[in-house]
């Protein structure tokens, strides 16, 4: 997985932990400039283990964006709680996240109990920066200090911008010296079929509500690439566990899943860079979130 070469500069990884919507998955895509993970106001958006790659000059930072570490209330929370806590074991630093807007409470310090106790070093990072004032926000660092003890704290905004050197400049002094581990023009190490899938999932999540977004899992069932035309056609079945959040989806007339497909398309184009013909269908697989095999078969918490 390493380049040739003898360039040895500060090169690991760096784990995003803490409770869902703590504002990881912006983060990582604000930091690495483009998108790479889904993002949602739904709790627990992510799903799968994602790695990006913020390639430097003078340094290699991998971020490890993880599933929001929660209490579980099926096999699927097992399973992306699961992913957390590997992925946070195995890394070179540990960035533990938490929403400057968000009172600092049990789900937090359930977090740093799991990921944070270890010898890997931990920068506390308060999030949303741009949608706290100064008081809140020394409210919350000062709460959080009491989870763990931190190398060092950053203030920051994915939405804004605000800080976000800053935490690159926190990250590298704690890396090792090595090898950088991806070649320099790779952003990401999540596979095209995912990538496409949560495009998908994503617009489900951002249309719907209740208890329809923590139903749905999404599987590409075909891609293929027309030369002649530069297009792709491609293929997937968004799964539900009940009729009626079938019927959610589809809409009335169709409506809701030509949406979902639109949007979705756009992604999937300028992630592709060609036109995209996308066929999108619906289907019931009863309480898939409480059986292991068909959370395997989406690739879920550990990924594919």
Known sequence: MTDPGYELVPSGFVALVGRPNAGKSTLVNALVGTKVAITSDTPQ???HRLRAVIDRDDAQ???VDTPGLHKPHDALGEEVNRSSILAAADVDVIALCIDATAPVGSGDRWVAERVAGGKRPVILVLTKA???DEAAIERQSEAARALVT?????VLSAKTGFNLDEFLEAVVPLL?????FFPRDMTTDQPLEVMLAESVREKVLRKTRDEVPHAVGVLLDDLEYDKMRDLHRISATIYVERESQKGIIIGKGGEMIRSIGTEARGDMERLLGTRVHLDLRVKVRKDWRRDGAQIKRFGYGEGL
């Open 45 to 47: 958006t992510t799903r």
């Open 61 to 63: 930072i991998v971020l």
């Open 130 to 132: 741009d949608a706290a």
């Open 150 to 154: 931190p190398v060092a704290e950053v």
């Open 176 to 180: 090792p010296q090595g090898p950088r």
